[in-house]
Each structure stands twice: as structure tokens, then as C-alpha cells.
């Protein structure tokens, strides 16, 4: 019985197989595009906020306020351009998209602040990406305030040197420390991400497809007629896409490891345990989607649409605690999510598998009951 | 002009021919104006980098009053949320394997004693880097932070926002949204209809009647460019409603925009089922030559100017970008023709050249 079955297995998987490998152009699909996304998405995928080109309007015209300038350059954050087009209009540059942020030093600038007169720097930055926008609004009130500390020491003394007490500030020096990603390399964090997002295209909607390819033609009705079992059938169907699935992460593992120096800091094995888990779902997805889809346009329709929000709600591009309450609790029902925090996890953490056993249980537990009930419709439909 | 009329009523057989095969099949329209809809409330409301309630460690070794102030002075925002106070680093780190907490704050034994003494009083704040937008949004904080203590500065510096003074995310992801949406429904669904069309043999059909082949391309685009056209709208309307996303610019350039994109997107979607002739080689195609550069390559999420040489090239070969640009700076910033044309003249050079191509490819494939 068991070796019948495994017979019949091997026969579909055989048969499939050969029909993937048939158009070469697909098998180079198939390899190719994960590769492509992954070095595009390492590449393109960068948080990090610099050299945000950077317009000046010096009405002040001192060594002060040109040693201001400098100083608010240096740091990286902002590349200076040189003088805006139109000081009557200091925003015009932004408007054009020439330059980012613009800065304004007023007239008497170095006359305030040798007066003890608070002296008002203006910045014009383009709010168009809430990112960019909020980041470079918080430097530029950092830098005032770095540059405000000599100023106040200064002052400082000067009233001590007349009151004869010994000058101090208070204050707090906050240091950050990335740990596992010192040097924030958005690569770290992506790589594990886009892993996750290549094997739902790749196994998700190839799998759909596939099956729906078989029923536009009619030809699934034929082999349940012959003695292949329902199981055997989709289990022969569905292991090319794991395979592709397995090879495509080993792809991916290899092109972060050598490309991005995304490092494999934990066990390999937890990594593979996850990554099957995470396939049992994935490709249950597919199944599930092929069923209720009658043609391959529809199947890669429906595959899509469960593919954007599982790409939203993961986690790999806005932190999940950022979202709003009501749309926190649908994450827990996206595989995706879970398979990021294992792959984060075991590649940049170290983790073990008790730091992992919320999501390894959930993995588990999500791929069962997908593959169950897409299987129980699979058959339900051809019987 | 009786040979032009013929062609225009052979050009519109073809494409009452596919507005029925459209309405026939309503998963298509459902994907046409059903996702867009789903994406932007989406991104409306989940697609946001600000810190909310993130969850932070406190291991204060100093236990004092001014130390406890400090902790609670940082959930006081909202931003931060504290979830556990673990005894050593080790804790902390253990918090971060298990994705517990995200940010630490270290505050060690001396703090209120260097405070009061009028030193530097250090506080160390860890991150957890594997998750990096989060981590970037505490690095913005942490620097706040420091700054609480000063009163007021010499140099006062005020930032203005322009554009989007409230920081809303919505307002910079609609734009880029309206491309995306129209960039799955042109590229995918023609690159899929055709490559039908081809597997089915339909196509050589069609070659063998009087119907030319500019003529058939015209009469599959047609429809799909109405479809287009209306999940802009669609997308504008929702996102307007919901979001208050402004339109500060001409509402028929941007169209005049919408519409140079599309005929580009189309002539892709054309030339890749001319090309595979395999609806599902032309799905991974669409998927990598489309999707991946509206969404990647396009500004729609990532700044352009921060890539490597190689990729900005790229994304300048890619009419996405144009047409986001264009879209921003309509929509939100307000600009006119006289500062947009170079998106303008990029979109219509991608449009020229790729469905010059596909008409090409399409009547080689006959032969």
C-alpha cells in the first residue's frame, strides 16, 4: 500500500517535473527572478537617510553663519548645493525637486547671538515622504542644538567669570547601539524579508497556476480517472514547488551571504525546519487558490490578491507595532510574518528554537490547516 | 477615408469584442477595482513608520526619581510602550531574540548623581537592528531625547514641512499607488489575455481575416486603457475621500500623464505575451518586468537618489518613476507643465519605443 502509494507519487512528480523543465525559458524564470529581486531589492531598498541635497540662503553673510554651514553639512545627513535659485523664494528649489531641504540664516545672525539674542535658522523641507521629511526635521533641531551648546558654554563662562562659581550644563548624552546590524545596513534586514516574500510568488502563485493550467485543459478530470489517488496526485504536483522553493532559499542565502555579508549566525537546520513549514503553507495557499479559481488568469488574480496584503501586514517594510490595533491582529493570520521573525531570528539573532516557538507553532499549525482544507475542497471539486 | 473608416470599425469590433470578454469574467473587473480599493486602505492606514506604542525594555541600574522620570517621560509620548524591565544585558538581549522588545534603554547606576553635579549624565539606548524601520524611527527619538534637557537654545532652528505638513503617509503613497495599481492591471492583464489568446491558437485565427495587425493591437488595447483611466480615478476619488490627499495641480494634465503611462504599460504587457506566448512565463515576466520596478525602482518607496549608479540608470529606463514624479508634483506640490515635461518626454519615449517593439514582435511570431 505505502510503496504503491509512493509510486504513484513519484510518477506525477516525474510527469511534472518534466513539464516544468520542458520551457527552458521557465526554469530560467524560475531561478532568475528570484536572483534578480533579491540584488535589486538589496540594492534599492536602503532606509538609510543621506546627502538629502540641501539649498542655503545666507543673508547673514559672516564666517559665523558660513561655519554654521559647514557644520550642518558635515555630519552627512545634508549635501550642500550651494545657494538657492531665488532667495525672494527660498521653497522654489524643493518645489522643482532640485533640492530637498532648504536653509535660511537670517540677517544678523552672528550680531544676535554675540548679543546673547536668540538667533532663528529656518529650514524649508519637503514633506512629500513622512520619512525623509521627519528625519530630516529632527537633524536639523539636533544640529541646532549641537551648534547651541558651545554658544551656551561660552555664555555660561562669561557669567561665571563675573560671579566667580565654576560654569556647568546638565544634560543627557543618549548613545545608540544597533545590536546584530551596527552598522544598519538595510541589507540585513531586507534579505531575510524579500527570502520571504520570493517563496510566496514563486510557490503561492506557480503552484496556482499550474493547477489551474491543468483544469483549463480538462486534463486533471483524466488522471482521477486512472488509479492515482487524490493525495498522491497533489502531493506529486505540489513537491516541484517545494524543491524550487528549497532551491530558491539556498539561492538567496548564498547571494545574501556573498553579496551583502548578510551572515548565518544561527543553526541551519532550525532554518530548514522553518523554511518547510513556512512551504506547507505557501503552497497550501496555492492549492487553496487553484480551487477556487477556474482558469489561470483567475488564479494568478486571486493569488495576487492574497499576495499584496501578506507583503503589507509582514512586518518587512513597516514595523507591525506601527500599524493601527484593529489591523495588528490580521498579521497573526499571514504566514509571512512568521517566517520573517524566523528567518530574522535564526540569520541575525542567533535564535533558538525557544525564542522561536511562538512562530514555529504557528507555522506549523497555519500549514496544516491550509493544506487540510485546500486539500478536502481539492477533492470535494473533482469528485 | 473609407479605408480609414473600415479600419476604425474593425479596430472597435476587436474591442467590443474584449469589453465583453472583460464583463464576461468578473475576477477581472474584481481585480481592477476591487484591489486598488484594498491597497490603499491598506497603505492608508497600515503602511505608517512612525513609533507606536514600540514595545522597550528599561534596565535602570540607577534607581532613582530622576531615572524613573526619564523612562516615563518616553512612553509619556505614546511612541514607546514598556514592557519589560529585565535585571542585566543578557535580558535584553534575550527580549530581543524573542522579538519581545525592539528598544532598550540603559540607564546606569550614577545618572541622577551626574545629573545633579551638572556633568553629562550618559543613557544608553539598544536597538534591535534586524528589524531596521523600526530601528530607524528610535534612532529620530533618541536624538530627541537628548535634546529634552537644553531649554532654550542660542540657535533655534523651525522646520517647516511643505507639502505634507502633518507627516501623513497616505499622502506620499497615493501617488505611487495610482501607478502601481495601474501598472498590475495594464501589464498583467494584457501580458495574460494575450498570451491566451497565443496558447489557444486564437491569434493565428484572427491573422487569416481581414483584420490587420495594428489593428488588432489597438482594438486589445483600447479596452484596457479605459480600465486604466478609471482605476486612476477610482484610486484619486478614494484616496481624496479617505485621506485627504490634495490636488493642488490641473487635473487634465494629470490624466494627459495617466495616459502616457498606460500606453506604456500596455505596449509591456503587449510585448511580453508577444514574446512568452506561455500565460504562465508571462505572469513571472509581467511580474519582475512590472511590479518590481513600479514598486522597487520607482521612488513609490525608496528614494532614487540613495541608489547605487547601477539602479538609478535603471529606474530611468522604467517610465514608473516619471510617472510618480509627475504625479507628486501635480497632486501635492502643485507644479504645471513647464516643470514636469521631462517626466512627460520620458513616459511618452518608453511608450513610443516598446510599442514599436511589441507590433513588431507580434507579426514575426505569425510567420
Redesign the interface.
Known amino acids: 500500500m505505502t510503496s504503491r502509494f509512493v509510486v504513484q507519487v513519484l510518477a506525477v512528480l516525474r510527469k511534472e517535473l518534466r513539464q516544468i523543465t520542458r ?1 527552458k ?2 526554469i530560467a ?2 531561478v532568475l ?1 528570484p536572483a ?2 533579491l540584488i ?2 538589496g ?9 538629502l ?1 540641501t539649498v542655503f540662503c545666507d543673508h547673514d553673510g559672516t564666517a559665523r553663519s558660513r561655519a ?1 554651514r559647514q557644520a550642518l553639512t558635515a555630519e552627512g545627513t545634508f549635501r550642500d548645493l550651494g545657494a538657492a535659485a531665488d532667495c525672494a523664494r527660498p ?1 522654489l528649489d ?4 532640485r533640492a530637498r531641504v532648504a536653509v535660511v540664516f537670517p540677517r544678523g545672525l552672528a550680531r544676535d ?1 554675540a548679543a ?30 549641537a ?3 558651545p ?2 558654554t561660552e ?1 555660561l563662562e562669561r557669567v561665571a567669570g563675573l560671579t566667580g562659581t565654576a560654569p ?15 552598522a ?1 545596513e ?1 541589507s ?3 534579505v531575510p524579508g524579500v527570502a520571504a516574500m520570493i517563496l510566496l ?1 514563486v510557490t503561492m ?2 503552484a496556482s ?2 493547477l489551474a ?1 491543468e483544469r483549463e485543459a480538462g486534463t486533471l478530470e483524466q488522471v482521477i480517472v486512472t488509479p492515482i489517488g487524490v493525495v498522491a496526485l497533489l502531493l506529486g504536483k505540489v513537491l516541484p514547488f517545494v524543491l524550487v522553493g528549497l532551491f530558491d532559499v539556498l539561492l538567496v542565502l548564498v547571494l545574501g551571504n556573498s553579496v551583502f555579508d548578510v551572515p548565518i549566525r544561527g543553526s541551519l537546520a532550525l532554518l530548514a525546519l522553518g523554511t518547510l513549514l513556512y512551504l506547507m503553507s505557501t503552497v497550501g495557499l496555492g492549492l487553496f487558490v487553484s480551487t477556487v ?1 477556474r482558469n ?3 488564479a ?3 493569488g ?2 492574497v499576495m ?2 501578506a507583503v ?2 509582514s ?1 518587512v ?3 507591525i ?4 490595533s484593529w ?1 495588528q491582529p490580521l498579521t497573526y493570520v499571514n504566514p509571512m510574518r512568521y517566517y520573517v ?1 524566523v528567518l ?2 535564526v540569520l ?5 528554537l525557544q ?2 516557538a ?1 512562530p514555529f507553532v504557528a507555522l506549523g499549525v497555519y500549514g496544516a490547516g491550509i493544506l487540510g482544507m485546500a486539500s478536502l475542497r481539492f477533492r470535494k471539486r473533482l469528485g | 477615408m473609407k479605408r480609414l473608416t473600415n479600419a476604425l470599425r474593425r479596430t472597435a469590433a476587436i474591442a467590443a469584442k474584449e469589453v465583453q470578454h472583460i464583463l464576461r ?1 468578473p ?2 473587473l ?2 481592477a477595482f ?2 486598488p480599493v ?2 490603499i486602505v ?2 492608508g ?11 522597550l525594555a528599561v534596565l535602570d541600574q540607577d534607581g532613582t526619581a530622576q531615572s524613573r522620570d ?1 523612562a516615563r517621560s518616553l512612553t509619556a509620548t505614546r511612541e514607546f510602550e514598556i514592557v519589560a524591565t529585565p535585571a542585566d544585558a543578557e535580558g535584553i ?2 527580549l ?4 519581545e522588545a ?1 528598544a532598550a534603554l540603559v540607564i546606569s547606576s550614577g545618572f541622577a548623581e ?27 527619538s ?9 531649554g ?14 502633518a ?3 497616505a ?2 503613497f497615493v501617488p505611487g499607488l495610482i501607478a502601481y495599481v495601474m501598472a ?1 492591471a495594464a501589464v ?1 492583464l494584457t501580458a ?2 494575450v498570451a ?1 489568446e497565443w496558447e489557444r491558437g486564437n491569434l493565428e485565427l484572427l491573422f487569416t481575416t481581414p483584420v490587420g495587425r495594428l489593428e488588432i493591437v489597438l482594438g486589445k488595447l483600447a479596452p484596457y486603457l479605459g480600465l486604466g483611466l478609471l482605476q486612476a480615478l477610482l484610486v484619486l476619488s478614494v484616496g481624496t475621500a479617505l485621506f485627504d490627499v490634495p490636488i493642488r495641480g490641473d487635473l487634465v494634465l494629470l490624466f494627459f500623464a495617466a495616459l502616457l503611462f498606460l500606453v506604456g504599460m500596455l505596449g509591456q504587457g503587449l510585448l511580453i505575451s508577444a514574446v ?1 506566448r ?4 508571462a ?3 509581467g ?2 518586468s512590472s511590479l ?1 520596478p513600479t514598486l ?2 520607482s521612488g513609490f ?3 532614487i ?4 549608479w547601477p ?1 538609478q540608470v ?1 529606474a530611468n529606463i522604467f517610465p514608473a518613476r516619471y510617472f510618480i ?1 509627475a504625479l ?2 501635480i497632486l ?2 502643485g ?1 504645471g507643465l513647464g ?1 514636469l515635461w521631462p517626466d512627460l518626454a520620458g513616459m511618452a519615449a518608453f511608450a513610443v519605443f516598446v510599442l514599436a517593439v511589441a507590433t513588431l514582435k507580434f507579426k514575426r511570431g505569425v510567420a
Open positions: 520551457d525559458r521557465m524564470v524560475l527572478a534578480v529581486q535589486v531589492f540594492f534599492a531598498a536602503n532606509f538609510e537617510i543621506e546627502e541635497p554654521l521653497e524643493v518645489q522643482q525637486g547671538l546673547d539674542r536668540t538667533a532663528h535658522v529656518q529650514a524649508l523641507i519637503d514633506g512629500t515622504n513622512p520619512t525623509v521629511g521627519r528625519y530630516a526635521a529632527n537633524a536639523i533641531v539636533g544640529w541646532s542644538r551648534a547651541s551648546m554658544v551656551l555664555r556647568s550644563v546638565a544634560r543627557l548624552s543618549a548613545e545608540p547601539r544597533l545590536l546584530y546590524n551596527p544598519m538595510s540585513m534586514f531586507m510568488v502563485i506557480a497556476m499550474g493550467r479559481s489561470q488568469q483567475q494568478f488574480m486571486v495576487f490578491f499584496m496584503p503589507l501586514l512586518g517594510m513597516t514595523p507595532s506601527s500599524m493601527p489591523l521573525e530574522r531570528g541575525l539573532k542567533a535564535a533558538d525564542d522561536l511562538f | 469574467d475576477s477581472t474584481y481585480l476591487g484591489m484594498v491597497l491598506l497603505f492606514y497600515g503602511v505608517s513608520f512612525d513609533l507606536d506604542h514600540a514595545p526619564l538581549e534575550r530581543f531574540r524573542s522579538r525592539s551626574h545629573l545633579r553635579r551638572g556633568q553629562e549624565a550618559p543613557v544608553q539606548v539598544l536597538l534591535d537592528g534586524s528589524d531596521g524601520t523600526m530601528a530607524q524611527a528610535v534612532l529620530g533618541a536624538t530627541q531625547l537628548v535634546a529634552a534637557t537644553i532654550t537654545p542660542p540657535i533655534e532652528a523651525t522646520a517647516t514641512l511643505l507639502y505634507n505638513p507627516l501623513r503617509s499622502v506620499f498590475i498583467l495574460l489575455t491566451r512568452t506561455s500565460q504562465q512565463l505572469t513571472q515576466v511580474a519582475i518590481l522597487i525602482l518607496l525608496f528614494p537618489e540613495n541608489m547605487p539602479l535603471l514624479d507628486r508634483g501635492l506640490k507644479a516643470v
